[in-house]
């Protein structure tokens, strides 16, 4: 989306059937994705909103909120700017087109850096439990993970509007974003994913060892694997597949728009700007894709968006044993009264 204000006259000007069949594509695919994250990542922060189970302020729950609130506001507002850019530019050659653009630019900037350090913070308070877990339980707590969320909204406001502020290059910002946000950052990521699963791998073995090391000194020996054994093998599963599917959304949706920005900043051609416009479509999916990916896969979100279902929708409220089988949940208030009353 940065080059685009630069790139989209050139290309114009070429007349072409292709390039233009691709921006009608583009505006099409940007209507069908903002509707898509809107309604992906609204929906999870009406669940986290009312945590139904009580189980979703945790530090994580709380980074992934941060998460998708910058998701959310990037198909709210970004998604249907430039939709509207594309659209505006057939029927007017104003300077308004570009200065709207320059806003919606401004806003993607701060969107886009607030999602990729929000996921960096979660991969590292990840890796903390994961290797270092007294370092976990002094420093990380949903205290500082709401400090954390409003910290990296402060910096992603304030990188953006940098420009607006001092007289700076404005191709030498646009790489220095490119380098540091997405670049480094998502390759870090990638590095960090590596080494949680590697870290969790090593942790699971121990425990493994551990129970032989219990059923062995015990009176009988089972070759039936352990309920706890079963669980953490299902752990260990969603684990791996989680992870993979991480580093794979990362490649796929960001790398290509990487390659694709930095060949038009340096050697800028038609041909190279039509591959930037279809890799900017896989980088936007990635805002729609992540509430799957760190939230609804998971059981605990997926329970609590059943029971928020229920309990403002107009259908059957869910029953107690629905609430104490979606983990260790405190006991209803309604509960509660009633054994008061009994005693």
Not at 317 to 342: A, C
Request: glycine share 2%; aromatic share 14%.
């Amino acid at each position: 989306m940065n080059s685009t204000q630069n790139a989209t006259n050139t290309t114009r000007d070429y007349g072409d059937e292709m390039y233009i069949d691709l921006e009608a594509f583009t505006i099409l695919i940007l209507s069908l994705l903002a509707v898509a994250t809107v309604v992906s990542n609204g929906v999870f922060l009406w669940t986290f909103y009312k945590d139904p189970l009580k189980c979703l302020r945790t530090p994580s729950a709380i980074f992934i909120a941060g998460l998708t609130s910058a998701n959310f506001l990037t198909g709210l507002i970004v998604e249907p700017a430039f939709v509207v850019f594309y659209l505006w530019q057939y029927i007017s050659d104003s300077e308004d087109v570009v200065d709207f653009l320059h806003f919606a630019s401004v806003f993607f900037f701060i969107t886009m850096n607030t999602s990729y350090l929000i996921m960096l913070a979660l991969a590292i308070i990840q890796y903390l439990l994961v290797k270092c877990p007294r370092i976990y339980q002094k420093f990380v707590s949903p205290k500082s993970a709401l400090v954390g969320v409003i910290a990296i909204w402060i910096y992603a406001i304030f990188f953006a509007v940098l420009p607006e502020m001092f007289a700076l290059d404005i191709r030498a910002f646009f790489l220095a974003d490119l380098v540091l946000h997405i670049t480094l950052l998502t390759v870090v990521l990638v590095v960090l994913y590596i080494a949680i699963y590697y870290e969790f791998r090593k942790l699971a073995q121990r425990h493994r060892n551990a129970d032989l090391g219990e059923n062995t000194e015990g009176e009988r020996s089972s070759a039936e694997p352990t309920e706890s054994e079963q669980q953490r093998r299902r752990a260990e599963k969603d684990f791996v597949y989680g992870t993979f599917i991480l580093t794979l959304i990362l490649i796929i949706t960001v790398w290509p728009f990487c390659i694709t920005l930095y060949l038009t900043m340096c050697c800028f051609s038609w041909k190279v700007y039509i591959s930037l416009m279809i890799s900017q479509l896989f980088l936007l999916w990635k805002f729609a894709l992540d509430p799957f990916v760190f939230a609804w896969r998971l059981r605990k979100f997926r329970k609590s968006l059943v029971v928020a279902m229920q309990t403002t929708c107009l259908c059957p409220k869910p029953s107690l044993l629905v609430l104490h089988t979606s983990g260790k949940m405190k006991q209803p208030v309604v509960d509660q009264r009633l054994m008061m009353t009994r005693k």
